[in-house]
C-alpha cells in the first residue's frame, strides 16, 4: 500500500520513459509502473507535464527532421504543419498517460504554480535553472519533500529526498 508520504515525479522520469535512447528507461517505466498500481502516493504538476510535452516534441521533431538544431526544430513546429502534428502523436500519448493515472486515482496533479519571487530566491540559492525552481517551489507550496527525478541538481537541496532511478 502506498505510504503517507507524496513523491513529486519530475519531468525527467517521465521524458526517460518515453525515450527509447535513455539509458534509465527500464527504471523510469518501472517505477511509473509502481505509481499507475497505486503502491506510490505520486504528485506531479501541470508544470511537469508541460515540461514533458515540449520536449518529447522536440525530440520527435528533431527525428523527424534530423537536425539537433535548435531554432529550426522550433521554426518547423511554428510554421510545418505536418512536423507538428507527426510530433504532436507522442505528446499526445504522453497526456492520455498522465490523465489515466489521474483518473485512476493514483497521481495527483498540482496545478498551482510557486510564487515568482519565491522562484528567483530558490533559483539563487541553490544554483537551479529556472524550470527546476518552479518544480521545487511548487513541492514546497505543498509541503512535499519527495522527489523521483534522474536530475542530479537536486541533491543540493539537504532537506529533500531525492529518489533516482
Known amino acids: 500500500m502506498k505510504g503517507p508520504e507524496k ?5 525527467s522520469i517521465l521524458v526517460s520513459h518515453y525515450s527509447k535512447d535513455a539509458v534509465d528507461r527500464k527504471e523510469c517505466t518501472a517505477f511509473l509502473n509502481t505509481v499507475e498500481k497505486g503502491k506510490i502516493n505520486a504528485v506531479t ?3 511537469a507535464i508541460d515540461e514533458t510535452a515540449y520536449i518529447l516534441l522536440k525530440f520527435k521533431a ?5 537536425t539537433d538544431r535548435h531554432y529550426k526544430i522550433l521554426d518547423s513546429l511554428r510554421h510545418d504543419k505536418n512536423v507538428f502534428d507527426e510530433a504532436w502523436e507522442v505528446v ?6 498522465v490523465d489515466a493515472l489521474r483518473v485512476k486515482n493514483v497521481l495527483q496533479i498540482i496545478t498551482q504554480t510557486a510564487d515568482p519571487l519565491e522562484l528567483k530566491d530558490i533559483a539563487k540559492k541553490y544554483q ?25 541538481d537536486f541533491e543540493r537541496i539537504k ?6 532511478p
Open 7 to 11: 513523491i513529486y515525479i519530475d519531468s
Open 45 to 47: 504538476s501541470s508544470i
Open 62 to 66: 528533431a527525428e523527424i527532421l534530423g
Open 92 to 97: 499526445e500519448v504522453h497526456i492520455d498517460f
Open 128 to 152: 537551479l535553472l529556472p524550470r527546476d525552481a518552479s518544480h521545487l517551489g511548487i513541492m514546497r507550496r505543498n509541503m512535499i519533500k519527495n522527489i523521483a527525478t534522474n536530475d542530479s
Open 159 to 164: 532537506d529533500l529526498k531525492v529518489w533516482m
